[in-house]
């Protein structure tokens, strides 16, 4: 089985030139917390995770602490989080993406694409050969639907 056969296609990634306000908003709309990227030739350039996200709306006090115990004089409330997330909103959906992703291409075998998520990618793009388009991804339960009768 291929990579190709189970895949689902990407309906609406994310352009890296886009403000970032733009992913917000096809996050909280859709529930979804890890999108794909694309440049303006549909080239596959990340992803964009909610935990990169919320990663770049710490202060930057936080870059330098080591462990959630050290965080303890830390106060904020939800209006200097809204502020920061404010500021996020303009700069380019690109400059917070997860750049080293792990990809596959449609005929890549099936038992490659359950490895690369078993190695904490919990979603395996599948871009064309050569072009780097992005076609679709794999995901935990695309595997588990085709393996359980869903697809064949």
Do not use: W
């Amino acid at each position: 089985m291929d990579c190709q056969s189970i895949m689902r296609r990407t309906a609406t990634p994310l352009y890296d030139d886009a403000p970032l306000s733009t992913a917000i908003d096809f996050m909280v709309e859709k529930h979804m917390g890890l999108v794909p990227v694309v440049d303006r030739n549909e080239v596959f350039v990340g992803q964009l995770s909610g935990d990169r996200l919320m990663r770049a709306m710490l202060p930057k006090a936080f870059t330098y602490v080591r462990g959630v115990d050290n965080v303890s004089y830390v106060r904020e409330s939800r209006q200097e989080l809204r502020e920061r997330l404010e500021t996020l909103r303009n700069r380019p959906v690109g400059s917070i993406i997860d750049r080293h992703v792990s990809v596959v291409h449609p005929e890549t075998s099936l038992i490659k694409a359950v490895f690369l998520m078993s190695k904490n990618q919990n979603v395996i793009p599948v871009v064309e050969e050569g072009s780097g388009k992005l076609l679709g991804a794999i995901s935990f339960f695309t595997v588990l639907d085709a393996l359980t009768g869903g697809q064949s």
